[in-house]
Structure formats: structure tokens, C-alpha cells
């Protein structure tokens, strides 16, 4: 079954469907608010995300460390943003959504 990658206003939907017009159907039923703007059968069955195109490079685990900022910092997410900061040199945008991705997750 082929693999398509269907971009909308808010979403990036990968899904698996017969046609393109099942997945954009499974799309509209999924998120009916949102206007699809681009649609791409993958030429493979698999989906890769490259960690340096989301700007994960090095040796350090951003979701370890955002959990144990977290910990130190009991919850509070303005102090973890801070010790994610000094611990790993991000600048506020890059720390703050590494720490609430993790709160999310459900740390």
C-alpha cells in the first residue's frame, strides 16, 4: 500500500492508503478544519525524519535531559527552561520547546 505525505494548513499527515483520494478523505475526516495545500505519494513504504533537519545534533538525548530539568526543577516549567539552557547551551526557543514537548508527553 503506498505511503503519502499530505501537508495542510496546521498538520504534516503520513498515512498509508489505496489512492490519493482515500488519503485525502482520511485526512478531511481526521482533521476537518484544516486546508490541504500539498500532497505527495512517498516512493517508499517507510517515512525518515533526519534528527539534524529538526536540529538534534550531538551526543545529547534532548528528551533525558528535558526530563531531568524537569525533575530538578520539581515541574516548574520556567526553571527547567533555564537549566535546559545552561545545561545544554540552546537558546530560549529551542529550550522552551524541548520542555514542553516533554511536559506533553507526559513527564
Known sequence: MPLFEVETNQHIVITWAETQEEALQMVAESFPGDQVVRVTRRPRNAWVISKAALGITGQVDPCA????C????AGDKVQAIRLYMQRT???LEKARKVI???MVLGW
Not at 535531559?65 to 531531568?68: E, K, M, Q
Open 70 to 73: 524537569l525533575a530538578q526543577a
Open 65 to 68: 535531559t528535558a526530563r531531568d
Open 100 to 102: 514542553e514537548t516533554n
Open 89 to 91: 547551551g540552546a537558546d
